[in-house]
């Protein structure tokens, strides 16, 4: 019989501590600790305002923490780059689309997997070159359920087969971490089910933050959920018991449920 090994990846694979960040002297995110554990799917929520995006941006490097402590899988990301922080294994998918519309969607795809750090760098090689990513790029859009779009301009697609193209991009780099910022913003409820489908399956053997104001995509994703109010923690854990928090209801989801 072999001994249970002492797990190695105990540690969260993102922690942030006391992480504040102040816009002439406005705490927009005040003193928060997050800790998300690997291979978990983790929502943040709380009202407009609560400093969700500028959370994000704190993790991702397009803004600077006032103070306190990023660390992600064993680095610390404090004050660093987007395009140091992406090539460590943490993509994002924007609140808005940044397509461009005149491009396939296999062009997308080939272009986020010739760069490090996603379509910023090389936009203007020659579409040719990249076509030793043509296989890789049909996987993607596969997965998201898009393959026999892969011609088409992205300016064809509807609003939710934008967003999934999206999501298909930020696979693109094959993260660790996927930051996904309202996933279902705008969506009927058609879209809303497909793209949990989709978040659910491009969450295996990876770790997930999103963002998302719509409650049943919370409840049917998040293995935990941490709420924001004011820039600070105001609850953390599982979704049923967050949503039973009275702070909770108080705060936030009373308004959105009663
Ligand atoms: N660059 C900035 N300069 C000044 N204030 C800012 C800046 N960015 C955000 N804020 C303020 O910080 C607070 C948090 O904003 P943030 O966008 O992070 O909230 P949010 O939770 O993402 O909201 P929403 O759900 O509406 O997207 C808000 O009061 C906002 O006005």
Sequence with gaps: MHEEVPALTATPLLETRSLTKEFRGFRAVSGVDLAVERGTIHALVGPNGAGKTTLFNLLTGFLTPTSGTVHFDGHDITGKAPEQIAPLGIARSFQITSLFEAMTLQEHLELALASPTGLANQWWRSVARLSRFRKRSLELLDQVG????????????????????ELAIAMALDPKLLLLDEPTAGMGLEDVDRTIGLVKSLSAGRTVVFVDHNMHVVGSLAD?????????????GPYDQVRADERVITAYLGAVHE
């Design 146 to 165: 898009l393959a026999d779009r892969a011609g088409a301009p992205a300016s064809s697609l509807a609003y939710g087969q934008k967003r999934a193209l």
């Design 224 to 236: 935990r959920v941490t709420v924001l109010q004011s820039g600070q923690v105001l609850a953390e």
